[in-house]
């Protein structure tokens, strides 16, 4: 009896330790995840996030440092904090370059700060679904599959970049690139474009001109589809480098265990046919992260990119996926060292490369190669909504939305096949698209959930709704932590309302977005954008520029600089709560503007002039400008305070564009 008693005893303990129940459960511990967890803990619910590696914050953390952003406009909430958090840590008000310890670091102190229960090495197994609604979700420890445990909750929210829980609970999804004929676009399909493109006249073959010799490695067999062709490929990913020049901080970049050359040796034609290209810069997006870091890209025709080889990825088994990703870093390990050793490599260029190493200081537990494989786009939940070229290009604009995008329509080449010009056979990638030239646009929360008739506890922020192109422009990691704090706070809303995520209040849940942006009741910080006609007073001749991606927000106004009539735009905010102020003023990345103009700041009592040299403003980053600060003044509730931008020097254009006012208690 008494032995019993103990093995029941130890059975209800497991029991315990295998089981668990939450409010709200978040799987995927990417830079969206953490905020999607932070966000729910803020709300006050009880929250698992569940993580299948070792480390939290996606690519953000693992080397993307050089933020794919659009227009800042875009960036609200938590997510702007996170770059702010950013700034702080290198000195400045913002930053959009980091190193990838420091992100990740940030992470971690989201998850401590928000007191989130986190769940590191354990990935899905199964889904439990009833009428609709998933009731738990089974995972295994990614080391230990054996070991298994449960997890019962409310609301799930879906943050992985493969959209495992998504797919495992019965939800609609595609995989690769539509017809442009299914939405009506004219980017999605088959694209055989300029952009990271091989020059004419690359023989692709093994022995030059001779076809029976087989295809160098890289090269598919396949055949080119007309222009819009769908299929269920998908677009390349690669790693994003982190590489240190600071000898004291460098592990040798060594020959890779499997190395074989000859993976490379279309990179050697490339070479060899493009004699005047001889810095890296002419192979690689190889852009400086502080402390003599990079975060490292593809560029051109052969690069970091893996083309082709990941097509199983996306409903790959783990085992398949885990094979997928030692493949690709193979390939780039072995691509640094091919550049710094190479004989086929130009002396200048193989000089370049040996200045650099692995850095000592990050992914010290990884040897010091990132944990995340850059997985630009997997599985696409089919939602109540599906986000197309039009949403980006303003051609429909959704009512619905929770958060904006801003980035180009961006497609890596997803396939590199033998094309016939001019009667000669030669080596081209296809699938590259790179098409801009519109502002922020709203995502549709429809885009976040699946179908009613699908699942009605589960949102989908990272595998959205959203065709090949349209996901493309969206797929940006701030954008990802926009949607994250969206669905956490959606998943709240229908927990209190006891209704399905279908059902939630969609104004009320723009409203709470807008009103408690921070999502712990902090007073907001206060934007007057030129657009805000009730907000601005102009004098004098200035003309509307929104073609520009230079700008915060839609637009911004431009004086060129002719005449001397004066000419100035006043900003005037509407202050709720009186108190401490931090003004800033965006200044957008211009070819030519100005030798100064001044500014004057008004507190409703007095007025502080202060003269700006454009010049003095560094741009940094892949960012479309800069906050000024004006300085620190305390502001009376109401609309006495302004900030005027006059026309001081006539030498060169002047930019009046937003202003910000950011509560300092």
Not at 484 to 498: E, P
Not at 519 to 528: G, R, Y
Request: glycine share 10%.
């Amino acid at each position: 009896m008494r032995y019993l008693l103990l093995c029941l005893n130890l059975l209800l303990f497991t029991s315990a330790i295998a089981q668990q129940q939450v409010d709200i459960c978040v799987y995927g511990g990417t830079s969206g995840g953490v905020i999607a967890a932070y966000t729910a803990r803020k709300l006050g619910k009880t929250v698992l996030l569940i993580e299948p590696g070792k480390h939290l914050g996606g690519m953000t953390s693992g080397g993307l440092g050089l933020t794919d952003i659009g227009n800042k406009y875009a960036i609200t909430g938590i997510s702007r904090d996170y770059y702010r958090r950013i700034g702080q840590h290198y000195g400045k008000f913002e930053q959009w370059i980091f190193e990838p310890h420091v992100a990740e670091n940030l992470f971690n102190d989201y998850v401590k700060r928000g007191q989130v229960d986190v769940l590191l090495s354990h990935r899905l197994s199964s889904v439990k679904k009833t009428n609709g609604t998933i009731q738990e979700i089974v995972l295994e420890d990614s080391e230990k599959p054996a070991a298994k445990r449960t997890v019962r909750a409310k609301m799930f929210i879906d943050c992985s970049y493969e959209g495992d829980l998504m797919a495992k609970a019965g939800v609609s999804y595609t995989v690769g690139r539509e017809a442009n004929s299914k939405y009506n676009e004219t980017i999605s399909g088959v694209q055989l474009m300029k952009g990271h493109q091989l020059p004419d006249g690359i023989d692709p073959f093994k022995t030059p001109g001779k076809p029976e010799s087989g295809l160098l490695w890289g090269i598919s067999p396949a055949k080119l589809e007309p222009d819009g062709t769908g299929d269920t490929k998908v677009q390349a990913y690669n790693y994003r480098i982190c590489l240190s020049s600071d000898p004291a901080n460098q592990v040798p970049i060594t020959r890779p265990a499997g190395y074989d050359s000859t993976m490379y040796d279309l990179l050697a034609r490339l070479i060899e046919a493009q004699p005047q290209k001889r810095t890296l810069n002419d192979y690689f997006i190889w852009s400086g992260m502080p402390n003599k870091k990079t975060d490292i890209n593809n560029r051109n025709g052969f690069s970091t990119d893996m083309i082709g080889m990941n097509y199983e990825y996306p409903d790959g088994s783990y085992g398949k996926r885990a094979q997928i990703i030692r493949d690709h870093e193979l390939y780039t390990k072995g691509l640094l060292y091919f550049f710094g050793h190479d004989s086929r490599v130009p002396q200048e260029l193989r000089e370049q490369m040996l200045k650099w190493g692995y850095p000592k200081d990050e992914y010290t537990d990884t040897g010091n190669w990132s944990p995340q494989l850059y997985v630009r786009e997997a599985r696409r939940m089919v939602g109540a909504y599906v986000m197309t070229q039009a949403n980006c290009q303003g051609k429909e604009v959704v009512t619905d939305g929770v958060g904006m995008a801003a980035y180009t329509m961006d497609s890596h080449n997803i396939q590199r096949i033998v094309i016939e010009k001019d009667g000669k056979k030669m080596a081209k990638n296809e699938g590259n698209v790179e098409v801009g030239g519109f502002g922020p646009y709203p995502i549709a929360y429809r885009a976040l959930i699946p179908k009613e008739t699908e699942c009605r506890n589960l949102l989908v922020p990272v595998c959205l709704s959203a065709s090949h192109i349209a996901y493309g422009s969206i797929r940006m990691e701030p954008v990802f932590m926009v949607l994250g704090q969206s669905t956490a706070l959606a998943a709240s809303m229908a927990i209190d309302a006891k209704t399905s995520v279908q059902k939630v209040d969609i104004a009320k849940l723009q409203q709470e977005l807008k009103m408690n942006p921070l999502a712990d009741k902090s007073t907001p910080e206060i934007l007057v954008d030129n657009d805000d006609q009730a907000l601005t007073t102009t004098t004098g001749p200035w003309r509307l520029e929104s073609k520009s991606k230079g700008g915060y927000g839609p637009s911004y106004l431009i004086h060129e600089g002719q005449g001397t009539e004066a000419a100035s735009v006043r900003f005037t905010p509407n202050i709720v709560k009186a108190g401490k102020y931090r003004i800033y003023t965006y200044f957008p990345r211009l070819a030519k503007s100005a030798s100064e103009l001044g500014v004057t700041v008004s507190d409703g009592k007095s007025q502080k002039a202060i003269p700006i040299k454009p010049a003095d403003i560094v741009v940094v980053g892949q960012t479309s400008g800069e906050w000024v600060s004006l300085g620190e003044y305390d502001l009376p509730k109401g609309k006495t305070a302004s900030v005027e931008i006059a026309v001081k020097q006539t030498d060169g254009p002047v930019v009046a564009d937003a202003v910000l006012f950011v509560p300092a208690f």
